[in-house]
């Protein structure tokens, strides 16, 4: 517990370690590496000393986590607590309204994704359809859902997969994804041909 806020934190023993490091990601897990034989007093009172430094990166990863994007662009954020027990998300012009029940970046973030996925299944798939009419390519589906690690794809059917998320890039990205994967409804792989 550092100044009133819970400090989550791993200690892994290196034996070529010389000092005690701290590193912390976007989970906010403290990562502490140490010399062998070194006690538990020790890194408490290292974690104590550092206390200033880990709460301005939590502040910081907090702050980076509350950015909201619409095509490329910003939203300035506006949150209000929910009278009914339900939280809702809308976005308007450039601002992005909250109305949630905890108020929570968690909480903000599950409303977010799910409003990039219902505008994703509406817009992205609008703009595949268009995109494929215009440059000839022939689909059998479109369908938009929320993916780890890809922007898009395309299956052996001619299927087209495309990350809600992209509902944050600009058009011009959204618009190169979908021709890349319209692009494998003729070329499967990333061969010379593919690029041509």
Request: glycine share 6%; net charge positive; charged share 25%.
């Amino acid at each position: 517990m550092l100044h009133g806020v819970e400090v989550p934190y791993i200690v892994r023993v290196n034996k070529r370690a010389r000092q005690i490091i701290l590193r912390m990601r976007s989970d906010k897990l403290v990562r502490i590496t140490v010399p062998p034989g070194i006690r538990n007093q020790m890194i408490e009172s290292v974690l104590q000393d550092s206390a200033a430094s880990i709460l301005e990166q939590y502040k910081k990863i907090d702050a980076l986590s509350e950015v909201y994007l619409e095509m490329g662009k910003p939203l300035s954020v506006v949150s209000v607590p929910s009278t009914d027990g339900i939280g809702s998300v809308r976005i308007e012009g450039d601002t992005i309204y909250f109305t949630t029940v905890t108020g929570s970046r968690e909480e903000k973030q599950a409303l977010y994704k799910r409003l990039l996925l219902q505008s994703g299944k509406i817009y992205l798939r609008l703009c595949c359809a268009d995109i494929a009419v215009r440059k000839r390519f022939k689909i059998a589906s479109i369908s938009v859902r929320h993916m780890r690690s890809r922007w898009g794809s395309c299956n052996s059917k001619r299927g087209i997969t495309l990350n809600a998320a992209l509902m944050q890039c600009p058009q011009k990205l959204i618009d190169y994804v979908i021709i890349h994967e319209l692009c494998h409804t003729r070329f499967p792989d990333h061969s010379p041909q593919f690029w041509m």
